[in-house]
């Protein structure tokens, strides 16, 4: 896989003196979706937005396609698209007419047939000579996209896209996402919706504090810091752990056992407790296991840098 | 150079303009039909000629001017304000072009439309004064140069603003009256000549003065002075705009 975004020691310091991104490093490979996670003013948009050259960095570099995003600009940014998280639109413009000034600005020649291919793949055709002003806040969400993509870019930056989104148009907006990626386009969004970095992406950054904490293969990540747990339902409820079984790493839940273990070793230790337990004259009567969710790996890695802080 | 880009730009901010084309041509078409009423024909029938030409005529160039100079710096600087203030600058800074696409685009536009209200304001004069324009090479070209130069002050005055009241406040607070006292209506040798002198500092007289010779042949200042006027104003401009995106000030952080 070759990088197509390559950030080294990016810092972004602004002139209050707040240090919004603090050395970051992050390679974005041709193809991928990568999601960044954090939560607000973890330096998301910030880092979005000096790649994409709406903020200057204060030091480090970044290169798009091979290009530098200072000295070569002009190549760097042509690749790029950039979906923001406000919805900024010039509100008494035809939604085509801003779509095609977005075309126009990144040097395109016109071509309404593309155009018309990517307002009906967001089912904005109907709408195309409405003004925007007229439209509902998903919709309006579209035609960012929309803009977004009129010039064909290699990257689609997607700051915060399902943002205040309803369900429906959520899911619509990731087909857009999935077909794009189908054909080629590399996706880097960032989003506070755990569920959504979950359903599309194929690796996870996870930022806080303007320091991006660790950038992985989402299933990777799951596995690796997932932990599983196993529900013992008892017959008869246990009152506290019996002491037999207490070099298990055991926790009393309403009445059942819970055993929490860890996937990554090669003995996990479920038989011989489900043996132990059996010798202890325990009768059981269901067995449930549970996988931690990327929710719970993002809560308790933002804890930590947050605690250290 | 993004051609593409400027030409986008331009069409996108043109198009601006002719969502508000009766707006942009009664405005000033009415309000030059007064002034030819109230200077021209009830005041102006008390006003002997002036350097040899009739009043109604004479304050023609300047009536021009005026519109000219207000309604170009205003365009511009609302073109490239709305953007900062409604959020959809993020595309410009975005995307594959430099200062130099920007500014044509913008300061383009913003100079066209104030190029068809001076011509519209010429059309209506036709109909209150005789006029013979005796230099029209010269008329263009000075009716050219303002439109450029004072939107270029604009697109600064737009970058600069931080919100409405400081966007008029340049226009209301400096250019009107420099204009009004620029010999927009009068000729400067009717001044007293200590005034002559103080007058002589604003840099509006050269360019009404250059446009009217254009008309009548006659001026205030020597033409070669008032080209040169000009043209250190434009290359004022265009050093602070290059300064502006140079540093990103007030654009980008």
Known sequence: ?309 | MNFQAVKSIYIFEMARFFRTLMQSFISPVISTSLYFVVFGTAIGSRIQEVEGVGYGAFIVPGLIMLSVMTQATSNASFGIYFPKFIGTIYELLSAPVSFLEITIGYVGAAATKAMFIGLVILGTSFLFVDITIQHPIAMFAFLTLTCLSFSLLGFIIGIWAGNFEQLQLIPLLIITPLVFLGGSFYSVSMLPPVWQTITMFNPVVYLISGFRWSFFGTADVPIGLSLFAIALFTALCVGVIAWIFKTGWRIRQ
């Not at chain 1, 919706?193 to 299933?219: C, Q, W």
């Not at chain 1, 056992?257 to 038989?271: A, C, K, M, N, Q």
Request: negative net charge; aromatic residues 6%; glycine residues 8%.
């Open chain 1, 1 to 309: 896989m070759t990088n197509i975004v390559e950030v080294s020691n990016l810092t972004k310091r602004y002139d209050g003196g707040f240090e919004a991104l603090s050395s970051v490093d992050l390679s974005i490979e041709q193809g991928e979706i990568i999601a960044l996670l954090g939560p607000n003013g973890a330096g998301k948009t910030t880092l979005i937005s000096t790649i994409c050259g709406i903020t200057r960095s204060t030091s480090g570099e970044v290169k798009i396609g091979g290009h530098d995003n200072v000295t070569d600009f002009r190549a760097a940014r042509a690749l790029v698209g950039l979906v923001p998280q406000e919805i900024n639109l010039e509100p008494f413009e035809k939604v085509i007419n801003t779509v095609k000034f977005s075309r126009g600005l990144f040097g395109k020649a016109p071509n309404d047939a593309y155009l018309e291919k990517i307002l009906r793949s967001l089912s904005l055709w109907d709408k195309k000579d409405s003004k925007v002003m007229m439209l509902s806040g998903g919709m309006k969400r579209r035609v960012l996209i929309a803009k977004a993509l009129a010039h064909e870019p290699r990257i689609l930056f997607l700051d915060e896209p399902t943002a205040g989104v309803d369900v429906e148009l959520r899911k619509d907006m990731w087909d857009v996402v999935a077909k794009l990626k189908e054909d080629g386009v590399t996706i880097i969004l960032t989003t506070h919706y755990i569920e959504e970095a979950e359903a599309i992406a194929d690796r996870i950054g996870i930022i806080a504090k303007g320091e991006i904490l660790l950038v992985e293969d989402k299933d990777h990540l799951m596995k690796r810091m997932g932990k599983k747990s196993l529900k013992v339902e008892l017959a008869e409820p246990a009152t506290e752990i019996p002491e037999e079984l207490a070099d298990y790493n055991l926790s009393l839940d309403a009445g059942n056992l819970v055993y929490t273990y860890d996937t990554t070793t090669d003995r996990t230790g479920i038989t011989s407790l489900l043996g132990d337990l059996q010798k202890a004259g325990f009768r059981m009567t269901d067995l449930q296991t549970q996988q931690s969710s990327l929710e719970e790996i993002f809560v308790s890695l933002v804890a930590d840098k947050e605690g250290v802080a």
